[in-house]
């Protein structure tokens, strides 16, 4: 049986958060931070390719200056839409930039069990939990792998995560934790099994590659190498800046947003030069750091405002955007977690942000929490309401309703009332009983959440990968298992 | 005069001017000034200024980097003075610093080693993707009394246990403190690993150092 996947379109409001001559002023400061004082690529690959195509190499210092017209014109290779595959391919997730998906976030490293509701270190299993669980929510329209499979060898954990995550269900998979060129060249063998072939994978990718930035200015070499891998296989992929106010990037807010952009851009423009035409998508999760600890925040006015704005230079670039909202710093579910996942996900869906990350963390995207999840779906749906905005025709105006109520009645036995009553919003976590009701029973959001994501855990059944294609997969991660161990024994 | 340089000396720490804080030890060399002094009744007045505006919540994380910034120029600009003397500053400790082997995250690393420096540890810090043999050549080279280690990734964190695991089989674990931090890094890992201590950020790491050490 197919889910449905609930997804923001045709958005009836919109923002304006930076006028064209201000885009136009950040992308030029971003071109010249790049040409003069450059970005660095610590991966003797990328070098190589960036003296290449004429980029002036520092190799000692690993850091590359370009010239704006190389960026430029690179950048013009980038395809401006193509499709997340999923394996069934009603769940495709096609950025258009007239969609908005949710995807779970990724990827922390504990987890509050969901039966016991003690925090605890993750394993491959609660990957596999959260996959199966995202399978059978609509909200979800494609996954991050959640959580780090600290159970397996961190060669291959990348491999054992993504493969839980189709085995559970058949949505697009999105990860962010295969950053080496080995692990890479795995995953594509894998991808590659799972479409059917490398044309047919090519056509319809069913995995698609996110990696870091090392703010500020910098690229992670393993994740440079494991990207141009994934590229000319034709994996869409992703670079991800968090550069953050006062530690990794300057206290105001435009200057941020040129370090980020300088180190996205640059890797973009890297890949299309390697690999032109190959479908890659900008990333963003910027924040302020906090003013005391200098840690990463996850929320507060700066955060939401990066979560509107960096649309705005994806879509200059005519590329699509997966934009980090949620991701609350709170350590509960509680009010903190409402205002800043309600805040920074409407920000960046009122933009358009044709991916958003992501739903169902706390502490800064470290700890799991599957009452988390559940709230934060409810946050996309409400948002989802609001992005239909308000219709105005005859029928909405309803003038021969309120004429035939007229002063003083009520509109509850009008037929035009129930016709049209099923569209407004009816949430599943708040609290609207009585005030001896809630008082009686004591219970909450977060026991009705829970209970819901343990619901969808028993009573959902996703539909299970091929014997012989999940057999195959195992075997592609045992090899470089036993080639790794054969390699520590010589 | 000496008092008037002192008061200066510290001004020049809370605004955190690293130029105007070389400037005055260069100053106090030259008028013959006990630098062991300069430092005490003069840039650590400064030190304790700001450590307790960010107390009180009038200061801010930067001020206090720039007045460790400002602190250490200072010190580094009397070392030559205090080596002639014969003299030495009497720091709480030594800590060797790394970013593990494989990680190449460096500001959460570099803030604690500006921070430790600021709070009186003697900090050598050895950047970024290091390999566990250097980071414990480099204690046993110092006699350091913490090993610091920094992990932004699951997957590179397994090398603070790889360190520990390499002091105990060495004989060496008792001889070092090791601390750790990183984004990954919970309580359980610690205890997991047997690291001595840990913190979620920077200032918290100073109490945590300090603790090791008895100061």
Known sequence: MTNKIKSITNPKISLNILSDEEVQRIHQATLQIIEKVGVRFPSLKTLALWEEFGATVDHEKMVVRVKADTIEKALKNAPPIFTLGAQDIQQDCPLDGNHVFLATDGCGVEVIDIHTGNRRVSSLQDVADIAHIADGTEEIGFHWVALS????????????????????????????????ETEARIAVEMAVALAGGKQELRNHPVLSLMQCTASPLGQDGGSLDAALIAAEAGIPTGFMTMAANLTTGPATLSGNLVVGNAEVISALALIQLAFPGAPVFYAAAQTASDLRSGAYTGGGP???????????LADFYNIPLS??????????????????????????CISMSDMLLGAGFLHGSRIWSYAQMMLDCEIFAIVHKMMQGIAVDDESLAIDTIAAV??????????????????????QFMDRRPYNVWEEKGDNARDWAIAKALNKLENHHPHPLDPKLEAELEKMISSLEMGIAHEAKH | MSRELYTKMSQSI????????????????????????????????????????????????????????????????LEPEMKRRGTERKTLGKVVLATVEGDIHEIGKSLVGTMLSAAGFEVFDLGVNVATTKIIEKAQEVQADIIGLSALLTTTMVKQREVIETLNNAGLRQTVKVMVGGAPVTRDWVQQIGADG????????????????GA
């Not at chain 1, 934009?323 to 960046?348: C, D, I």
């Not at chain 2, 955190?16 to 650590?44: F, H, M, R």
């Not at chain 2, 840990?198 to 050490?213: F, H, N, P, R, W």
């Open chain 1, 149 to 180: 499979a600290q159970d397996k060898p961190a060669e291959t954990r990348g491999l054992h995560e993504i493969k839980a995550v189709w085995s559970n269900s058949t949505k697009h998979v999105q990860t962010e934790s295969i950053y080496h």
């Open chain 1, 302 to 312: 700066e955060d939401f405002l990066y979560g509107a704005a960096t649309n705005r």
């Open chain 1, 323 to 348: 934009m980090g909202a949620f991701a609350t710093g709170a350590k509960e579910p509680n009010w903190q977690a409402g205002v800043e996942n309600s805040l920074s996900s409407f920000m960046a």
């Open chain 1, 406 to 427: 007229g002063p003083g009645g009520n509109f509850l036995s009008q037929k035009h009332t129930l016709k049209h009553m099923r569209k407004i919003f009816l949430p």
């Open chain 2, 14 to 77: 809370v605004a955190g001017d690293c130029e105007a804080a070389a400037a005055l030890a260069q100053q106090a060399v030259a008028a013959g000034l006990d630098p062991l002094e300069a430092i005490t009744q003069g840039y650590v007045a400064g030190v304790n200024q700001v450590g307790e505006a960010f107390t009180n919540g009038e200061a801010f994380l930067p001020e206090l980097v720039m007045a460790g910034e400002a602190m250490k120029t200072a010190v580094a600009t």
């Open chain 2, 198 to 213: 840990y913190s979620e950020d920077a200032i918290g790491a100073v109490s945590v150092a300090k603790q090791l050490v």
